[in-house]
């Protein structure tokens, strides 16, 4: 198996230290399904904060959701309210949220008029999904089922939140996209956060493809190799 950056381990370590906070949002009576509304409520707010050039506000809000996302699966677990319709709903949501703060950058490059931004956030965005489908698609015709897929690849969820997160962070740090100005006859990107923002996009971009690549040797090494060799099926998406 082609490992993660975020080993099973650390999942783990991670989910128990979120587990007190979660059973303190079951107190509140919050159910699973209303953190995962949540948590895509925060997504929502992080891109629009990026809309608007507010990069550090954006980035913070990236992380803040990240963990809240770990809310919602530990309650249902401890409570035992763990169900379909909340895995599914969380997967949506998780992917829309991702989905919204790509849709922000993207905004934001281009009424800055910063092209390399737009095409970047874009296609980090197509990237992304691209790793979560070859996820559903294989765990749907019965390939490593369970969550053994997210263990496939170098750049999961979580590592692609924290180089968009850090991307943001740098991006405003050094001034944000807004038009450069001309200095002396030449035009001075470097003191603003476009190269910033668009190395952060293009690192999750060439990260993201190579796990769905990854993702689909692994289910190539499962298959028969009557399949691989004479594939059939009806080929529909």
């Given at each position: 198996?082609?490992g993660s950056?975020?080993?099973p381990a650390?999942?783990a370590r991670v989910?128990?230290l979120?587990?007190?906070?979660a059973?303190a ?6 159910t699973?399904?209303?953190l995962?509304v949540?948590?895509f409520?925060?997504?929502v707010a992080a891109?629009v904060?990026?809309?608007?050039g507010?990069?550090?506000v954006a980035?913070?809000l ?7 996302d770990?809310f ?7 409570t ?5 319709l909340?895995a599914?709903?969380?997967s ?5 949220g991702?989905a919204?703060v790509y849709?922000g ?5 281009q009424?800055?008029g910063?092209?390399?931004?737009t ?5 980090a965005?197509?990237a ?7 996820r ?5 015709l019965?390939?490593t089922?369970?969550?053994k ?5 170098i750049a ?5 939140m924290v ?5 943001l ?5 050094l001034?944000?996209?807004?038009r450069?100005?001309t200095?002396?006859g030449a ?6 956060g476009?190269?910033?923002l668009?190395?952060s996009?293009a690192l999750?971009t060439?990260?993201?493809?190579i ?5 689909i040797?692994h289910?190539?090494?499962q298959?028969?190799?009557e399949?691989?060799?004479?594939p059939?099926g009806d080929?529909?998406p």
């Open positions: 198996m082609i950056l975020v080993s650390l999942r989910r128990g979120a587990l007190p906070i059973l949002f079951g107190r509140l009576g919050l699973p399904n209303m995962t949540i948590g409520g925060i997504s891109a904060a990026a809309g608007f507010a990069w550090v980035a913070l990236v992380i803040f959701g990240g963990v809240f770990l919602d699966g530990a309650l249902a677990r401890a035992n309210r763990v169900s379909r909340g599914f709903l969380d949506v949501f998780d992917r829309a991702e919204v849709i950058i993207v905004g934001a490059s009424a800055a910063f092209s390399a931004g095409l970047l956030g874009a296609a965005m197509a992304s999904f691209m790793v979560s489908y070859t559903a698609k294989s765990e749907s019965g390939f089922p369970g969550t897929m997210a263990n496939v690849g999961p969820r979580e590592v692609r180089i968009v997160t850090v991307g962070l740098l991006t405003g740090a001034g944000g996209i807004v450069p100005v200095v002396y035009v001075d990107y470097w003191w603003a476009r190269p910033a668009a190395v996009l999750i060439i990260l993201a493809t796990t769905t690549i990854q993702r040797v289910v190539m090494r298959s028969p190799p399949e691989i060799d004479n059939g080929h529909q």
